[in-house]
Structure formats: C-alpha cells, structure tokens
C-alpha cells in the first residue's frame, strides 16, 4: 500500500510557520437510551477511520486513543480501522461521504490538509464536523543505524555538496508535515529547493522499510511512531525540530545545531458533516473525558506528544486557517 512520487520543489514553504444517519451509537448510553451531550454511560459503536497505513503517525494516535477511551470506561469496543491511499484522501471521502453518521471519526493532521489540494480532492476538511485537535509533535530528521551521517553536521555539509543525489523521504504527501519540514530545513541551511528529491510514502509505515534498507539519504517525520527502532539504535535521530529537545530521543533540536528553524505537525479528530448536534455533543464530551485522564497524560509523556487539545468552534476555526494557508502555499508551489 505505498505510493511513492519524486518532487522537485521550490522553497516558497519555507514561509509557513506551521505548522448511518439520524442518532448515532455514539448519542445512546451503554443501556441503550438516548442521552443528551454528554452521554450517561459509556459510547457505544464508535469508529474510528485511520487514512493511512498501519504503524503511521495517525495510526498510532487513533490507537492510543482508542485504548484510553476503553480503558477508561468512556467508550466500549472502540474499533480502529485503515482506509489508505492517495495522501489520506481516500479516507476523507469515505467521511464526507457517510453525512449523518454520528459513529463514524477519523483520525486528521496537517498531510490530510495538504493531501485534499496535491490530489485535487472533491472532499475537503472543511466540509466535515470538526472534534477536536489532540496533540502537536516536533519532527525528527532521522536516518538508518547504517547511514554514515552520524550528526545533522554531516548530513548537512553532504546535502549542501549535492542536494540532488540525496532521496529525502516522508510519510505524507507534498502539503504536509513530513514534506513542509525538509523543505523548510532546505531553504534554512541555504539550499536550492528546486534540487531537492522529495519521495512520498503513504504514512510512517510505509516510511518505515525504506529507512531501515537505507533506501533514502534521510527521512523527516514524527519521532513518535519509530519509537521502538529508535530505542533498539535500527534508526537514529539526527536532530528534531521543536523548541525543546524531546523527551526520550537523544538528539539536539536544530536550533541547538545552529540551524533557525522550529517545526511542529498536529493531529485531530473530525467527524462526517451532518451529524447530530446530540451526536456531536456526545463525540466533544467522549474526547474531552479522555483528555482529562491520566492514562492520556501518561500517553503524551511515553510518545513525546504535546497536548493541544482544543475543541468544537475553536477546532473548526484552526482547521480553516489551516485550509487556507496549506492552500495558499500550494498554489504559489503550482501543486494546487
């Protein structure tokens, strides 16, 4: 399930600061009854769709949460599943498509946001019901335990020498986090993004093969889903890209390494457009229970995420800047 495209691309991302119908299960307590917002009981016949493959970034996420809401007794026999393809968009369609499905919710972030564009979707975030966003997370620049860059020093002083020769690959689409970071890294150590070979992989799972068969030169995405190769040495961290070093991953922020430059992706959830307010009410209070638990702050500190929880109205006003500056980006990149 990997789609892989080369793109040469100008620097103009590096301005970006980046970044059923009726009733749904989710509106009834777990004895059956209607509720109001907040249900009685736990909910129930909650889905999840994750819009890349398995061991990716938003696939992790959706798990995670997934486990917190049954653990904590939120919600029942929550199911995550993958619907992958073309950057995530597949997904959104299913979304967009299923109006008034007060069960169903995906798991979003930024590469969905620059995915709709870079596709030319008919489905746009913007016509689903937004949750809430969940968590921001710094990139990571990261290579296999065999690469022989052992610093961003090295990687740098080889990318600068031939930026052409070194593949540079990413869990999302052109618009995305995984593609936004390089490109901005590229034009902050001065180099001409026009000669940057960016290679796409449909998610971190798929990014994942191509790391450890040292297939690209490095590979830019969140440290959080490689966690456990990265704590067995298969790949190493070369810098990471928040203000702060990450918990858990020994490796300076670029700031630290002389390079200006902090990035952070972030990841929500959204539901299909259409839906109840009851069942909207429901879903909000689901997810705002979760992020009140211990179990969720216990999540955040073990995968270096950070909470940025907001919800509802505030949600949907983040996800239309969002929208428009991914948008804008793209269109002056001629990727839109």
């Known amino acids: 399930m990997r789609q892989i495209r080369a793109f040469r691309i100008a620097a103009v991302a590096a301005g970006i600061a980046l970044m059923a119908t009726g009733c749904g299960a989710t509106g009834k307590s777990s004895t059956g009854g209607a509720s109001s917002g907040a249900a009685a009981g736990p909910v129930t016949g909650l889905q999840i ?4 493959t398995a061991g990716g970034g938003y696939d992790t996420t959706a798990r995670a949460a997934a486990k917190v809401l049954d653990d904590e007794k939120i919600a029942t026999n929550t199911e995550v599943f993958n619907l992958a393809g073309a950057g995530g968009t597949v997904g959104l369609a299913r979304v967009v498509n299923e109006k008034g499905n007060g069960d169903l919710t995906m798991l979003m972030g930024l590469g969905v946001v620059g995915a709709s564009y870079t596709n030319k979707s008919q489905s746009k975030l913007t016509d689903t019901t937004p949750l809430a966003k ?3 997370e710094p990139g990571a620049i990261m290579v296999g335990k065999d690469s022989p860059f052992k610093t961003i020093d090295d990687l740098v002083k080889a990318w600068k020498a031939d930026p052409g020769s070194i593949a540079v690959g990413g869990g999302s689409s052109p618009g995305g986090p995984d593609h936004l970071l390089p490109m901005q890294l590229a034009g902050a150590v001065g180099i001409d993004a026009t000669k940057v070979n960016f290679v796409s992989y ?5 990014l994942l093969p191509a790391i450890l068969g040292n297939k690209l030169g490095f590979a830019a995405s969140g440290a959080g889903e490689f966690l456990k190769q990265i704590e067995s040495g298969d790949v190493r961290v070369l810098a990471t890209s928040g203000d702060k070093r990450l918990d858990g991953v020994d490796a300076p922020t670029l700031k630290e390494s002389g390079i200006d430059l902090v990035f952070s992706n972030w990841r929500g959830m959204v539901a299909p457009p259409g839906i109840s307010d009851a069942d909207k009410a429901s879903l909000i209070a689901a997810l ?12 955040l500190k073990t995968r270096g995420w950070t909470d940025a929880f907001i919800t509802g109205d505030e949600f949907k006003t983040f996800l239309t800047e969002q929208d428009k500056r991914v948008a804008d980006v793209l269109t002056k990149l001629g990727l839109a």
């Open 202 to 206: 449909d998610g971190g799972g798929a």
């Open 49 to 52: 769709l994750v819009p890349n």
């Open 134 to 136: 969940l968590i921001e």
């Open 288 to 299: 705002d229970k979760m992020h009140g638990s211990q179990s969720w702050k216990e999540v």
